[in-house]
């Protein structure tokens, strides 16, 4: 799926909620399930304990039923309710003896257990069966006599499940289409296929799936494969169309979806679309494809998916690709087999409305979701703990596929450096986690969750240890052999060690990439350029954290005698980085390297030299990591803050976006420290002098009216009232409409912030909506923030799943901070729906007195949360911000009162 944050400020649509009793019956099903297995270890099946008992759960399916087929039968919603029922038949291989199933099934009401023997076509009884209400969701049915090891059964199944409106599972959507309209889809990464099927849930139990939805005539069903056929069928005194889909290739469950709606499809001309034979579709509201807002999306998408099949060497196998724009969608963007699901502002490009950034959003999100189909649905993680596996290489190959698609992609760089620093800044935790950790450590869904954050997504795509070509050889093999498998990191290190070999390297991969994957953290190296002494401890917030931590560690190093050259650290030799006279070294040319970089102080004096006289000298990614670097050294107490402050000297002469870029973020955690403090006015003065040499326009605004820089919010202001005067016609840049929107409102009072509301509620302009949304949390107005806070309880007013994006821009703004964190606290079981890791992650940021701590402290123990990494990591990061607040505050006020006075 798509990293919820990046995307999530851009991504949203509110229409009316539903009448439960129009969607009655929206959806019928049949769904034939096949399993296949390859050859897997029998283990013992698990203990059942009782439920009070204090042992850890075993949470894992016993591996010694092998499942061949399912067979789901004729899912229905018979009455003026949500329910669904249907029926399944899984056939299976059994390969050690039992006389128990187990399989998964959660929130479904299973009865009327048939088990066959389908070598003899005899029945067995069944004693007993039950369904486990604990975190396991084992559906647990006792026979009467013993499965044989070598034997083939069938085990038939009634069920009624519940259509949900938590985005969950099986969910219905509403939307405005002249009436309120309504459909169907599913959301099941990571374990909530067992919401709509009793079925095997975990990634490696692949199987084939054969479907069949019957659903409302003057609706279409999309699935993982391609329709065969359809019939009209008199199911409860109405017509209704029965859809056959192909079967789907062999796949984990967690990548079944399916969606039942009025919606349309971007024709592309035949010409433009991939391949005539398999047109790839882009389906969303009718008026959305009306307006041709899918028809950026549908263009792009044959070309990335091309650029794939010829990076890899293997062909998209399946006979269709649909992609499908959803009102309502929890993650950014869903990868399932043949049928992506996105949030319509992934999917939906208007021109003259969007803004250039939003293009490049969603030619990176597709990029990322279509790399899925290679990695992560044709060759599958064994388990959630190596779903980097999946995660990072589509957010690495992305890159390269966009930056292949739009040869002017300005945002590579940028996405590159704001990944990796999202990466770099959970990973410099002692509560942070390895890439791969132990699959031990990865057994609880919520444990499962958490996984999907910064570092699984962005740690990878830093590649220095890479040799592109012997790199591509080998992942392309690894592609190909594991075809329809599943494999761990172990798998892909003996591929990529194959091509490695073969072209005579010596390098031995696993040896080196273990210790960038299975330990948490990263180094950061210090060079010391006055005695060449070189060497690296792991790199932590909070340095009175002990750690033994060593890593092989590639880097490649320039001068400003010498071009880029790559050395291993452990090979250094004595005096190898001992610098000549005025000479300066630079590390970690391009940032290829995952680790941060200290020098000697008369090194970082120089380098900051010829940053204000000649900074071209130094690669523009190292302009922007060198600030980076400077700031987070400052922030574990290895550097002074003074010197991070001074790295950014050279920004005046800068014209790159880059540099930029990366000093507001840094100077983000400084605002976020100080902006309710005395520190703040200096820190304002020198902002708004700093906005004069700025070349981007859109931050150039940003930075200076954030900085109340009177001229800027007049600009702002004025350009907003004329809309407003105008009402219809808005001639504001669509590039700038983000920043003048937020300045205006926030300028502004009750008329600004209701004709901003207005324009949210009626606008069916994705994007345009999302930068309204985003907006109306800019407002100074105390009383509008509460407001806008209760909002967001009423999913007419904010839909469920921009709940979170929404709070989380409130407590960005100092003035919405305290009624944020107050908020959520009142209105946790509600708001958590929409990702309690972001929420507490976000409104926890400008956390830095003991009471605030304490005040998360007691929060986590009253509401009595799981022990979860997020909340781990908000508190050692409060912890840090307290320490770091009281070391730096007074320094910190000095460099900024000096510098508005000189
Ligand atoms: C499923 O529904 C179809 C269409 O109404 C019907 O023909 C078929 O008999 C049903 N199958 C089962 C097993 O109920
Ligand atoms: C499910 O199976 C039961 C028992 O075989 C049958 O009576 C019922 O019609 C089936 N339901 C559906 C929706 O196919
Ligand atoms: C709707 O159908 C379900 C399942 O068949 C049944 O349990 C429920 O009582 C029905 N509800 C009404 C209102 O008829
Ligand atoms: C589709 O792509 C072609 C070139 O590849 C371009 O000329 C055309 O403008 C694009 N259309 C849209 C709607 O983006
Ligand atoms: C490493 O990543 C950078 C930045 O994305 C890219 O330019 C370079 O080609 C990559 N190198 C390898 C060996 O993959
Ligand atoms: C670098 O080496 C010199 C000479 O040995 C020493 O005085 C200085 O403290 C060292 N600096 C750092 C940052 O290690
Ligand atoms: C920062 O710059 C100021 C003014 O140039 C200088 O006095 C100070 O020593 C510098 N601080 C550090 C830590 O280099
Ligand atoms: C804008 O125009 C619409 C429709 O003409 C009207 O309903 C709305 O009240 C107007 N808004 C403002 C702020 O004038
Ligand atoms: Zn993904």
């Not at 509403?174 to 975990?202: H, I, K, M, W």
């Not at 997504?457 to 190909?480: A, F, H, P």
């Not at 010829?610 to 000298?617: G, I, V, Y």
């Not at 703040?680 to 109340?708: E, R, T």
Request: glycine share 4%; net charge negative; aromatic share 12%.
């Amino acid at each position: 799926m798509a990293k919820e944050s990046g995307i999530s400020k851009i991504l949203a649509g509110t229409f009316v909620f539903l009448t439960i009793s129009v969607i009655a019956g929206i959806v019928t099903m049949i769904i034939f399930y096949k399993t296949e297995i390859a050859l897997m270890d029998p283990t013992p099946r698990p203990m059942f304990t009782s439920s009070t008992t204090s042992l850890p759960p075993v949470i894992r399916l016993p591996k010694n039923l092998v499942p061949q087929s399912y067979q789901v039968v004729n899912v229905t919603s018979p009455n003026q309710t949500m329910l669904f029922t249907g029926n399944s038949t899984v056939t299976f291989h059994c390969v050690q003896g039992t006389s128990v199933v187990y399989l998964h099934s959660r929130n479904l009401d299973v009865s009327g257990p048939v088990v066959m023997n389908k070598d003899t076509n005899e029945r067995i009884g069944v004693s007993s069966m039950k369904n486990e209400e604990d975190t396991r969701n084992f559906l647990e049915i006792q026979l009467n006599a013993a499965l044989e090891a070598g034997g083939n059964y069938s085990l038939f199944l009634a069920f009624n499940g519940e259509i949900t409106e938590n985005l969950n599972g099986v969910f219905v959507s509403t939307y405005a289409q002249g009436s309120p309209a309504f459909l169907a889809a599913t959301n099941l990464e990571p374990a909530d296929a067992r919401t709509v099927f009793p079925c095997f849930d975990e990634p490696e139990m692949k199987a084939v799936f054969h479907v069949t939805i019957i659903h409302r005539r003057d609706t279409v069903a999309l699935g993982n494969a391609d329709m065969r056929g359809e019939i009209h069928s008199n199911i409860l005194d109405d017509v209704w169309k029965v859809t056959y889909f192909y079967p789907t290739p062999k796949m984990s469950t967690y990548l079944f979806a399916f969606t039942v709606s009025e919606f349309t499809d971007s024709n592309v001309l035949c010409a433009l679309c991939y391949r005539c034979v398999l047109p790839t579709q882009t389906y969303a509201r009718p008026d959305a494809i009306a307006a041709g807002h899918a028809k950026y999306a549908a263009n792009i998408t044959g070309k990335i998916l091309k650029f794939y099949e010829n990076y890899f060497g293997i062909n998209y196998e399946q006979k269709t690709l649909d992609q499908i724009a959803l009102p309502d969608l929890g993650v950014g963007a869903m990868e399932n087999w043949g049928l992506i699901t996105y949030q319509e502002g992934g999917l939906l490009y208007e021109d003259g409305v969007s803004s250039l950034l939003h293009k490049e959003v969603i030619a990176t999100l597709i990029a990322h979701e279509l790399a899925h189909q290679w990695f992560g649905n044709l060759v599958t993680m064994k388990w959630w703990n190596d779903i980097w596996l999946n995660e990072g290489f589509a957010t690495y190959l992305s890159f390269f596929a966009v930056a292949h698609m739009e040869p002017y992609s300005k945002m590579k760089d940028s996405y590159f450096m704001s990944n990796l620093h999202a990466a770099f800044e959970v990973d410099a935790l002692a509560s942070s986690h390895p890439l791969s950790p132990p699959q031990e450590d990865v057994q609880m869904t919520f444990e499962i969750e958490d996984m999907f954050d910064a570092i699984t997504y962005c740690k990878v795509q830093s590649n220095e240890t890479r040799n592109e070509y012997i790199y591509d050889v080998g992942v392309c093999m690894y592609l190909s052999d594991f075809s329809y498998k599943n494999t761990d990191q172990n798998d892909l290190w003996e591929y990529i060690q194959k091509a490695e070999d073969e072209d005579g390297g010596h390098t031995t991969v696993a040896k080196v990439m273990n210790t960038w994957t299975k330990q948490m953290g990263y180094p950061v190296i210090t060079i010391n350029t006055t005695n060449g002494e070189v060497y690296q401890k792991q790199f932590l917030f909070n340095d009175s954290s002990e750690s033994s931590l060593w890593w092989y560690i590639p880097i490649r190093v320039m001068s400003n005698a010498a071009e880029p050259s790559l050395v291993w650290l452990e090979s250094i030799k004595k005096d190898e980085f001992i610098a000549k006279s005025g000479e300066w070294i630079l590390a970690n040319v391009n940032c290829a390297g995952y680790y941060r970089v200290n020098y000697n102080r008369e090194n970082w004096e120089r380098l900051s030299t010829q940053l204000e006289t000649d900074p071209h000298r130094i690669p523009l990614m190292n302009r922007g990591q060198l600030v980076d670097d400077a700031f987070n050294l400052a922030r574990a107490k290895l550097i002074e803050v003074t010197l991070a402050l001074n790295s950014t000297r050279f920004l005046q002469n800068e014209r790159a976006l880059l540099p930029w870029e990366s000093t507001v973020r840094n100077l983000e955690y400084f605002v976020l420290m100080f902006d309710r403090s005395e520190v703040y006015g200096p820190m304002q003065a020198c902002g708004m002098k700093a906005s004069f040499c700025l070349h981007s326009q859109i931050l150039a605004i940003d930075v200076a009216c954030s900085n109340a820089l009177p001229e800027c919010s007049a600009m702002a202001t004025k350009m907003f009232a004329n809309w407003m005067d105008n009402n219809r016609t808005n001639r504001i840049h669509p590039n700038l409409r983000s920043v003048i929107y937020c300045q205006a409102v926030a300028a502004g009072g009750a008329k600004e912030w209701e004709f901003a509301w207005d324009k949210f509620q009626s606008s069916i302009d994705t994007s345009e909506k999302d930068q309204l949304r985003e907006a109306l949390s800019c407002t100074k107005k105390i009383w509008l923030l509460n407001r806008y806070l209760k909002y967001t309880l009423n999913p007419e007013k904010i839909r469920l799943m921009d709940v979170g994006s929404t709070i989380l821009s409130i407590a960005d703004n100092v003035a919405g901070q305290a009624l944020a964190w107050n908020f959520i606290r009142a209105h946790w079981e509600y708001v958590s729906n929409g990702g309690a890791a972001s929420l507490i992650e976000g409104v926890t940021r400008r956390f830095s007195t003991q009471f605030e701590l304490e005040e998360l402290e007691r929060f986590a123990a009253d509401n009595n949360l799981s022990p979860t990494k997020y909340l781990q990591q908000a508190v050692e990061q409060t912890q840090v911000n307290i320490v770091w607040v009281s070391e730096n505050k007074d320094s910190v006020l000095k460099w900024f009162e000096n510098e508005t006075a000189s």
